[in-house]
């Protein structure tokens, strides 16, 4: 009987806040109108990304907004991206470059590229993303439109491309779901993370702030750390429009994904107190469920009040899931809910805590 009631509680914490979020994904903004020509300098860290930056930057010097500039700062790069930029830079003059040998002792890489990228561009707001994503034409000009005259941040979602297999279609969940999550959040006055292959701030903002000098040594969190620490309520706004995605290409194996969740989680114990009170509760709640209805199978407990607990959660959070999706329109995401759900609890019970622990690595 106490397992069960349990159970009841665990589905009720992790229900309500998955209604809470959805209440912040779907609240109006009332922010008022920004200008979506005002100028803006796009920064890509890019470390021997020859090939990418030839299938994607275009998608970045293509775009419709009529004052931007495109800094990509060559990390180390040993390999041909310098001459992907130079010939490229002939057709696009708003092309720009910086290039860094050495890396400054008690910095992290990537940390470094973006804080000099920083310094070379010559914009207050500052767009984004990775050397890997497509954006699309009207990117910039969405990201200009967020800047209302109190805003100094805007969050927005960097999804992946849809490719056959498991491995994807989980990516591809994993990463809704953390967006769901700290838009939700954002949304509800509760600014926690952003991604860096769609983020956007003034340069005054990270002026202030002494930019990514708190955490210059940590190899993750160049984006969600900034965001974690400095992000305020009343001057976040979040992009949920399609035409504000970006898309990236997503890892091909199980060990590589892996790599990159325990990197980008090993951010996380430098998050604020309050938002890993949150997200622990969240998780928690979820993990419980699952491991609650395990356990009450192992001692044989009645199959049918556990089954309709189950149909019970699961039809709720899949109904909300439902809502949310209607922004991203993934339906293959949709049709798998319910498995895609359980493997979230496999992922967060064996992957998470290793990424909290586990020491990251950079490229070489």
Same mark, same amino acid.
């Given at each position: 009987?106490?397992?069960?009631?349990?159970?009841?509680?665990?589905?009720?914490?992790?229900?309500?806040?998955?209604?809470?979020?959805?209440?912040?994904?779907?609240?109006?903004?009332?922010?008022?109108?920004?200008?979506?020509?005002?100028?803006?300098?796009?920064?890509?860290?890019?470390?021997?990304?020859?090939?990418?930056?030839?299938?994607?930057?275009?998608?970045?010097?293509?775009?419709?907004?009529?004052?931007?500039?495109?800094?990509?700062?060559?990390?180390?790069?040993?390999?041909?991206?310098?001459?992907?930029?130079?010939?490229?830079?002939?057709?696009?003059?708003?092309?720009?470059?910086?290039?860094?040998?050495?890396?400054?002792?008690?910095?992290?890489?990537?940390?470094?590229?973006?804080?000099?990228?920083?310094?070379?561009?010559?914009?207050?707001?500052?767009?984004?993303?990775?050397?890997?994503?497509?954006?699309?034409?009207?990117?910039?000009?969405?990201?200009? *439109?967020? #800047?209302?005259?109190?805003?100094? !941040?805007? &969050? %927005? =979602? $960097? /999804?992946?491309?849809?490719?056959?297999?498991? @491995?994807?279609?989980?990516?591809?969940?994993?990463?809704?779901?953390?967006?769901?999550?700290?838009?939700?959040?954002?949304?509800?006055?509760?600014?926690?993370?952003?991604?860096?292959?769609?983020?956007?701030?003034?340069?005054?903002?990270?002026?202030?702030?002494?930019?990514?000098?708190?955490?210059?040594?940590?190899?993750?969190?160049?984006?969600?750390?900034?965001?974690?620490?400095?992000?305020?309520?009343?001057?976040?706004?979040?992009?949920?429009?399609?035409?504000?995605?970006?898309?990236?290409?997503?890892?091909?194996?199980?060990?590589?994904?892996?790599?990159?969740?325990?990197?980008?989680?090993?951010?996380?114990?430098?998050?604020?107190?309050?938002?890993?009170?949150?997200?622990?509760?969240?998780?928690?709640?979820? *993990?419980? #469920?699952?491991?609650?209805?395990? !356990?009450? &199978? %192992? =001692? $044989? /407990?009645?199959?049918?009040?556990?089954?309709? @607990?189950?149909?019970?959660?699961?039809?709720?959070?899949?109904?909300?899931?439902?809502?949310?999706?209607?922004?991203?329109?993934?339906?293959?995401?949709?049709?798998?809910?319910?498995?895609?759900?359980?493997?979230?609890?496999?992922?967060?019970?064996?992957?998470?805590?290793?990424?909290?622990?586990?020491?990251?690595?950079?490229?070489?």
């Amino acid at each position: 009987m106490l397992i069960f009631i349990a159970l009841c509680v665990s589905a009720g914490i992790y229900v309500l806040f998955q209604l809470w979020l959805a209440v912040g994904w779907w609240k109006p903004d009332t922010s008022p109108a920004a200008d979506d020509a005002a100028g803006i300098s796009v920064i890509v860290a890019a470390h021997n990304e020859t090939e990418n930056l030839r299938r994607f930057l275009p998608s970045l010097l293509k775009q419709s907004h009529p004052n931007y500039e495109v800094w990509v700062v060559l990390d180390r790069c040993t390999d041909g991206s310098r001459q992907v930029l130079e010939a490229l830079k002939p057709t696009y003059p708003h092309l720009h470059w910086k290039e860094l040998h050495a890396t400054p002792p008690g910095w992290a890489p990537k940390k470094w590229a973006i804080h000099s990228g920083v310094a070379a561009a010559r914009h207050e707001l500052l767009a984004f993303t990775d050397a890997d994503c497509q954006a699309e034409s009207n990117w910039l000009k969405q990201v200009a *439109a967020h #800047f209302g005259p109190h805003t100094e !941040v805007v &969050l %927005g =979602l $960097g /999804l992946y491309f849809r490719q056959p297999g498991l @491995l994807n279609l989980f990516i591809r969940f994993e990463t809704f779901y953390t967006a769901f999550q700290y838009v939700g959040m954002a949304r509800m006055g509760l600014p926690y993370m952003g991604v860096g292959r769609n983020l956007a701030y003034r340069r005054s903002f990270y002026v202030r702030h002494g930019g990514l000098q708190a955490f210059r040594g940590r190899l993750s969190g160049d984006d969600d750390l900034l965001v974690n620490a400095y992000a305020k309520a009343r001057t976040t706004r979040v992009m949920r429009n399609p035409a504000s995605f970006t898309f990236s290409l997503p890892k091909q194996s199980w060990k590589a994904w892996l790599s990159q969740k325990w990197r980008h989680l090993s951010a996380s114990p430098a998050y604020s107190p309050q938002s890993k009170w949150l997200l622990a509760t969240f998780h928690l709640a979820h *993990a419980c #469920f699952y491991t609650g209805i395990l !356990v009450s &199978l %192992g =001692l $044989g /407990l009645t199959m049918f009040p556990l089954f309709s @607990l189950y149909l019970l959660r699961i039809m709720i959070s899949w109904g909300i899931f439902i809502s949310i999706n209607q922004s991203i329109r993934e339906k293959n995401l949709l049709y798998a809910y319910p498995f895609l759900d359980l493997l979230y609890f496999i992922y967060n019970l064996f992957v998470v805590p290793v990424g909290l622990i586990k020491q990251p690595e950079w490229k070489k």
